[in-house]
């Protein structure tokens, strides 16, 4: 039986593109109503653009992460369009795409990385997902019920050599979300990780990286890689499930090991 997240409620950031703007297109297919948000604005109205085409139940806000203002004032026009939020995927996130970065020689070391950068992806990648679950999840307390998503990064490339920032950024934002799986967890709050599992060719993936997977013919992980994954965690069969990560490549075999069937 297919899932039907009619009148569910969706607000997810970094969502003109990649793994964002794919898991949004499945939840609308399933009759979601889904928020997407991104800095640029201009990307976003493009997004917005073709899947409003489609005649999908979709609204776009501009949403800065890093800025508390920007997200403060998403949040009052949110109010003003929905009594209620299902879920929130906080899923804005820049590394290698950050800027100076782009200059950087692919066996660069943490010295040559700009201290700009630094602070622009700890900014994005950590304070961001505070500063949106801060100010959107009282909306989810005050209904007594919704589940909070965090996109994080494989285990192993939180400290894999030539990942910083972006590995600590990510296990920090994972820590944040174990925490506040423990402290939401008696107001009816879901909070779990998801991840994709590999290298995906989203546009935060770097020329250079592509092409060494290419060259060396490793697996390359398509942005629809979450889609599964997300609609699970959207639907009734994950009711009550909070403080798991999810690798989004390995979600059947997770399934199986929990003895989940699951049919979307």
């Given amino acids: 039986m297919s899932i039907n997240l009619k009148g ?3 607000l997810i950031t ?14 609308l297919s399933h009759g979601a109503t889904v928020i ?15 899947l409003s085409s489609e005649g999908l139940d979709v609204y776009a806000v501009p949403i800065d992460v890093s800025d508390e203002k920007s997200v403060t004032e998403a949040v009052a026009w949110f109010e003003k369009h929905f009594d209620h939020l299902d879920m929130l995927i906080n899923n804005a996130g820049i590394g290698s795409n950050a800027p100076g970065m782009e200059n950087l020689e692919s066996n660069h070391h943490f010295y040559d990385i700009p201290i700009a950068s630094v602070k622009a992806i700890v900014e994005t990648n950590f304070i961001g997902y505070f500063i949106v679950s801060s100010k959107f999840v009282p909306l989810m307390v005050k209904n007594g019920r919704g589940s909070l998503i965090y996109v994080s990064t494989s285990t192993n490339t939180m400290t894999r050599k030539g990942q910083l920032p972006y590995g600590p950024s990510k ?15 008696d107001l ?3 909070v779990n990780v998801i991840c994709p599992g590999g ?13 060494f997977f290419q060259k060396n013919n490793m697996e390359i992980l ?14 009734s069969d994950s009711k009550g499930m909070t403080g798991e990560k999810i690798i989004a490549n390995d979600f059947d075999e997770w399934l199986k090991n929990k003895g989940i069937e699951f049919d979307n």
Wanted: a positive charge.
């Fill in 222 to 235: 398509q942005p629809t890689v979450m889609n599964k994954a997300i609609l699970f965690l959207a639907s």
């Fill in 8 to 10: 569910y409620t969706v």
């Fill in 188 to 190: 009816g709050i879901m």
């Fill in 14 to 27: 970094g969502g003109s593109s990649g793994m964002g703007y794919e898991m949004a297109r499945k939840l």
């Fill in 171 to 185: 296990a920090g934002a994972e820590a944040m979300a174990k925490i506040m799986a423990e402290e939401l967890r």
């Fill in 199 to 211: 290298f995906t060719d989203t546009g935060m993936a770097g020329t250079g990286v592509k092409e």
């Fill in 36 to 50: 997407i948000s991104a800095r640029n604005e201009a990307k976003l109205d493009k997004a917005y653009k073709q």
